[in-house]
């Protein structure tokens, strides 16, 4: 059974930092390209970053370029995202995902392409 746990979401002001985690369990973590997306209410979930599986390559979404930084722990089974000078557009429910296909070269920004899912982390900025 694959679990997907994100965590270190929370309420921050406007210009603050958050790091989320995501720790995989049930599959094998490192084949896997990863994913964070973000669902604010009455939106749809959309693509804010994702890493291939070997850590190398990233692809952000424009609303999160030099500000959000996407990497993995291979070996501890995580993915992080680092989020930085925070707006209060970014307030969201933000979700791990791991792509369905393992190996895959190319990042994908879609939500069909992931298989996996996290319950999501709240993420409130306050101005």
């Known amino acids: 059974q694959v679990q997907l746990i994100e965590s270190g979401g929370g309420l921050v002001q406007v210009g603050g930092s958050l790091r989320l985690s995501c720790v995989a369990s049930?599959?094998?973590?490192?084949?896997?390209?990863m994913g964070w997306f973000r669902q604010a209410p009455g939106t749809e979930r959309e693509f804010v970053a994702g890493?291939?599986?070997?850590?190398?390559?990233?692809v952000y979404a424009d609303s999160g370029k030099g500000r959000f930084t996407i990497s993995r722990d291979n070996a501890k089974n995580t993915v992080y995202l680092r989020m930085n000078s925070l707006k209060p557009d970014d307030t969201a429910i933000y979700f791990c995902?791991?792509?369905?296909?393992?190996?895959?070269?190319?990042?994908?920004?879609?939500?069909?392409?992931?298989?996996?899912w996290g319950q999501g982390t709240q993420v409130t900025v306050s101005s």
């Open positions: 995902a791991a792509d369905g296909q393992k190996f895959r070269a190319a990042i994908r920004k879609d939500v069909s392409s992931y298989n996996y």
């Open positions: 049930g599959l094998t973590f490192s084949l896997y390209p």
């Open positions: 890493i291939n599986w070997r850590g190398d390559s990233v």
